[in-house]
């Protein structure tokens, strides 16, 4: 299939463009960027380099995509962004690429959705199946997990995590890691128990879910300490794969956990 270029449209000679792609008018496309097949452009739209960019991607008008890292330290280094395939990204979009001491690399997974105003800073990691409503805000070194939603308006402050299946509602602040399963709201943001629906939706088992019930009750509304709590968990036999990975990830934190 051809690739479609309106002839307003300014692209690099280097850059690499799959097949069936359509780039729209005023685009501007920078050295070192790659694009998969069967990739849409919008008109206006920004894309700098380093920056691969997989297939089956659609990027609205306007978005700014792969540019440098808003960081006082950044002094040029060439470092880079990389988008799976089958991504939405929506008008006004912004997305930083990585940082020398962050790693180098901001990643996006696949088929997520960024609603328009999104900002994703330098050295995020945003997994799959991601939906960020409009203007929510990833500030540095965050990490989003897969089947994760942002509501509108919502922030989550550099280096905090968001775990897999959690939800912030609209204009949530998040000082802290989100744990994955749970639903998240405020300034600041505490917990207001588990993501039933959404992890129904995902064809979570109603005993997993039951699990992970049980596992949120003693953690975070029993009174025990939180170490103590997780050693309990997994003296009642909670022994579902997700209620694993939730002890995990606490264990894991760096920020803290957010609580009720």
């Not at 894309?47 to 950044?74: K, M, W």
């Not at 790693?103 to 050295?123: K, P, S």
């Not at 199946?129 to 203007?135: K, L, R, Y």
Request: proline share 5%; aromatic share 4%; hydrophobic share 40%.
């Amino acid at each position: 299939m051809t690739v479609q270029i309106h002839p307003q449209a300014i692209v690099d000679p280097s850059v690499q463009i799959g097949e069936g792609c359509a780039i729209g008018p005023f685009a501007v496309i920078g050295a070192g960027v790659e694009i998969g097949d069967h990739c849409r452009i919008g008109a206006n739209t920004v894309i700098e380099g380093p920056c691969r960019i997989g297939a089956h991607n659609q990027i609205f008008q306007f978005a700014s995509v792969g540019t440098a890292p808003q960081d006082l330290g950044y002094a040029g280094e060439p470092t880079i962004l990389e988008i799976g395939s089958h991504n939405t990204i929506r008008e006004f979009v912004t997305i930083n690429r990585g940082t020398v001491k962050g790693g180098g690399i901001t990643r996006i997974g696949h088929h997520n959705l960024l609603m328009a105003y999104c900002h994703v800073a330098h050295d995020c990691s945003i997994g799959d199946q991601v939906v960020m409503a409009n203007a929510a805000t990833l500030a540095g070194h965050v990490r989003v997990e897969d089947h994760a939603i942002l509501g509108g308006l919502s922030a989550v402050h550099q280096y905090a995590r968001v775990g897999a299946h959690a939800i912030l509602g609209g204009g949530t602040m998040a000082p802290l890691d989100i744990p994955p399963f749970m639903m998240a709201a405020g300034n600041h943001a505490s917990l207001h128990g588990i993501n039933v629906r959404g992890l129904a939706r995902r064809g979570i088992p109603r005993e997993t879910i039951l699990q992970i019930k049980r596992a949120y009750r003693l953690l975070f509304r029993s009174g025990l300490r939180l170490e103590d709590a997780m050693d309990e968990v997994s003296q009642r036999g909670l022994n579902a794969p997700e209620v694993a990975y939730l002890l995990d990830f606490i264990r894991n934190s760096r920020r803290g956990i957010t609580r009720p």
